[in-house]
């Protein structure tokens, strides 16, 4: 059985971590998250990027950043090969267990408008659609904006 550790990011990640962005989540968009990005993010009080690995596997990681509004959700991916096993949802859990306990109210995020299995992956986590940015992407893509509040039971969590 799979038992991922969930930890936050070292050093050593973030060259692994822009190679993983650029290749799960920034598909034919401008490469913005590269590795001197993860290592600025990484040592900044405001952000926190979570990696879950078994052994020296890195399975997925996520990043969140407070900002005056709340935390907000910058990525989130899970290697296909270990997709629909729970991990996504963890690392997703444990983000918002340090955004609440940090005094955010809520916990926000972007996703492209044709990354529909991401948003049913929120819907499932208890995110509520917020909103749609258009053209928020290169090439003319929306986004769609997604809220959970924090500090509330929500009924479709595990
Ligand atoms: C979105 C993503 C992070 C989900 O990670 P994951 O580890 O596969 O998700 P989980 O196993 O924790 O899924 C929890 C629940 O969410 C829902 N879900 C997850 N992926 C889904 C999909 N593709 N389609 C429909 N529902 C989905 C299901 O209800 C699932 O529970 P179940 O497997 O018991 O049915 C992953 O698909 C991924 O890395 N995608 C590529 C990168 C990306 O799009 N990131 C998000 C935008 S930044």
Do not use: K
């Amino acid at each position: 059985m799979l038992t991922p550790i969930i930890t936050p990011a070292h050093r050593d990640d973030s060259r692994a971590l822009a190679a993983l962005a650029r290749r799960l989540i920034e598909i034919d968009l401008a490469p913005v998250w590269t590795e001197q990005r993860f290592e600025r993010a990484r040592h900044h009080p405001d952000h926190l990027i979570l990696i879950a690995r078994s052994g020296r596997t890195r399975l997925g990681f996520a990043a969140m950043e407070y900002r005056d509004e709340g935390a907000h959700l910058n990525l989130l991916a899970v290697e296909p090969s270990y997709q629909r096993r729970g991990i996504g949802r963890a690392l997703l859990e444990q983000l918002a267990a340090a955004a609440s306990a940090g005094g955010a109210t809520c916990l926000r995020l972007e996703v492209r408008a044709a990354n529909l299995g991401a948003q049913a992956f929120y819907r499932a986590a208890g995110f509520q659609d917020s909103g749609r940015r258009m053209d928020y992407y290169r090439l003319g893509e929306d986004a769609l904006c997604f809220l959970r509040p924090l500090n509330m039971p929500t009924a479709s969590r595990r």
